[in-house]
């Protein structure tokens, strides 16, 4: 039997264990039930991954129809504008609701959350399993709804097209995506309540790692906003199926309504997706800075206020809906200021790197490639919150350039980045970093041939969600559907990289980027119970206590520097 080695020599006090290395969650219990009826937090993470990783590509499959088809004027892979909507419908429904909502804090949370606090699982395990076959019976529908004719509403069904629409697929997508939200919402309530009760002794809040502050923000949004869209959506549905007006005017409805209703849910859902994304940028740069966070408190804080400010911008959405000046006014002067915390992160974020000793491992890459992005989409929103620009911007190929570098190029950025950075612990196997760090790049270019193009189509007035276009528009759209293979390219070289770790990827080390928190304080893959005894916290950014050692190929915390634990051990240098 092997035993995971541990240094040898010097004043040590590491706090990884010496676990046999079968014994852990992937391996503790065998068999497909063991899986199918797990309570294991990281077993039900993982099978979040699989699924939502199998959704992506699903969507990421109508996307590249979507771009083929508008790689020419007029028809060029189907005849049909129909067809092309319900491509873009599945496209937006899927990577939307399967994909980018659930993906970080339902997987890689799942899997990692408890393990940062230093818990054996989350305080709910049986409302955890729930949660993930809510999702999986959402999925479910969404199939069905295509068997039953489609739909192409758009992924906002909006009204009055969700109500007079004839395809009869609109009832089982919008009762999918009614159970998604409740998936959403018994995952958020089981993180704060996790977050708020198994806590370990000596990690107060502000020793928490800010990755646990973004979940936590993020699952107050999930649990408070959540159920305006399921009202909504079950309003759609009664509307549909007994024919009482709400949004419908033919029967005395008020769409704008639904929009309001929509929005206000749906905005604080982009704060959902890129919340979580922020604090994998946390984690990621201040371990492969290898320097303690720059202005903790400012970025903790800053989580929170972007979730109370998503609650009041979503009438940024309808500017051009008929609402009045002064609500307009309001909205535009609330929606500059979610610039305020989003730059508070940036800026601290920057001026971690500053005289930093930075690694460039293939998860720092995906974080330096979401401050480019994240920054782009975030000064191109400055035009949609200004009401001169946005009567000219709305609805054009500049919002669809603005979302996606909002959404794919920074939450899904962050979450790939993510899924590296956790990889290793996940799975106990190190891929091949330099076919990371080059698949990063070729997504990194391939993102910004597709979507920075549209900017400029956007600005020349074309509109989104059209089937054709004038030839003038050609040469963007061309550059688009170019880019948009190259970055299928990238993701797929992705694939290679980090499932080719099975089959050659040398063993991971308990600790193979030199992190803090608790996390890396276990074996690589976790056992079962993640600790044998609750672990000792310790400041979660003070990396002047990590050591490398060369004989397990990874890092060490070497507490008898560790002024907490030897009071004679000099202080470190505090910001």
Not at 553 to 572: L, Q
Request: with cysteine; proline share 6%; glycine share 8%.
């Amino acid at each position: 039997m092997t035993t995971i080695p541990l240094p040898t020599s010097g004043p040590v006090r590491d706090t990884i264990e010496a676990r046999p290395e079968s014994d852990n969650y992937l391996t503790h219990t065998r068999g497909v039930l063991s899986w199918v009826f797990t309570l294991d937090h990281k077993r039900i993470g993982v099978m979040y991954m699989w699924s939502v990783l199998a959704s992506f590509l699903l969507g990421g499959t109508f996307a590249l129809l979507l771009r083929t088809e508008l790689l020419t004027p007029g028809p060029t892979i189907t005849a049909s504008a129909d067809t092309y909507n319900q491509w873009f419908t599945l496209h937006g429904a899927i990577m939307v609701f399967l994909v980018i909502i659930p993906s970080i804090p339902a997987a890689l949370g799942n899997v990692i959350l408890p393990i940062m606090l230093g818990a054996k699982d989350v305080a709910f395990p049986r409302l955890n399993l729930f949660s993930y076959y809510l999702w999986v019976t959402g999925a479910v529908l969404c199939v069905v709804s295509l068997a039953m004719g489609g739909f192409d509403t758009g992924w906002t069904f909006y009204t009055p097209y969700s109500t007079t629409t004839s395809t009869g697929g609109v009832i089982p997508v919008l009762t999918a995506v009614f159970i998604l939200g409740f998936s959403s919402i018994f995952t958020g309530l089981n993180f704060v309540v996790t977050v708020h009760k198994l806590r370990p002794p000596g990690m107060t809040w502000f020793r928490m790692p800010l990755f646990l502050w973004a979940l936590y923000a993020t699952a107050i949004i999930q649990v408070l906003a959540t159920p305006v869209l399921g009202i909504t959506l079950l309003l759609l549905i009664v509307e549909r199926t007994v024919n009482i007006g709400i949004f419908n005017p033919q029967m005395g409805g008020d769409p704008v309504l639904y929009q309001h209703f929509f929005w206000f849910y749906s905005h604080p859902a982009v704060y959902i997706m890129i919340l979580p994304a922020m604090g994998i940028i946390s984690e990621i740069i201040a371990i492969n800075s290898h320097r303690s966070i720059f202005g903790y408190r400012f970025i903790a804080f800053s989580s929170i206020a972007i979730a109370m400010f998503s609650f009041i911008v979503w009438g940024h959405h309808m500017f051009t809906s008929g609402q009045s000046a002064l609500l307009n006014t309001l909205f535009s002067a609330i929606s500059f200021s979610v610039a305020i915390p989003s730059a508070v992160k940036v800026f601290n974020w920057v001026a971690t790197l500053y005289k930093g000793s930075v690694s460039l491992t293939t998860p720092m890459w995906y974080a330096l490639a979401f401050l480019f992005l994240f920054t782009i989409g975030g000064l191109t929103g400055l035009h949609l919150a200004t009401l001169s620009t946005d009567v000219h911007l709305h609805d054009t190929y500049f919002v669809v350039a603005h979302f996606h570098y909002v959404m794919m190029g920074s939450a899904l950025i962050a979450m790939i980045g993510g899924l590296h950075h956790w990889w290793p612990k996940m799975f106990g196997r190190m891929y091949d970093e330099r076919l990371g760090t080059i698949a990063c790049w070729i997504i990194f270019i391939g993102f910004n041939m597709t979507f920075f193009t549209q900017f400029m189509l956007g600005s020349q007035g074309m509109p989104r969600r059209y089937y054709d276009y004038q030839p003038e528009f050609q040469t963007y759209h061309v550059i688009s559907t170019i880019g948009s293979y190259v970055m299928a390219l990238g993701f797929l070289t992705t694939a290679v990289s980090l499932f080719g770790s099975f089959f050659g990827g040398h063993k991971a080390p308990a600790n193979p980027w030199g992190g803090r928190s608790l996390e890396w304080q276990c074996a690589s893959p976790p056992p079962f119970d993640n600790f044998a005894k609750t672990p000792r916290v310790g400041d979660c950014y003070d990396f002047s206590v990590v050591r490398w050692d060369e004989k397990t190929g990874g890092y060490w915390v070497d507490e008898s520097a560790d002024p907490e634990v030897n009071p004679a051990a000099a202080p470190r240098a505090a910001h």
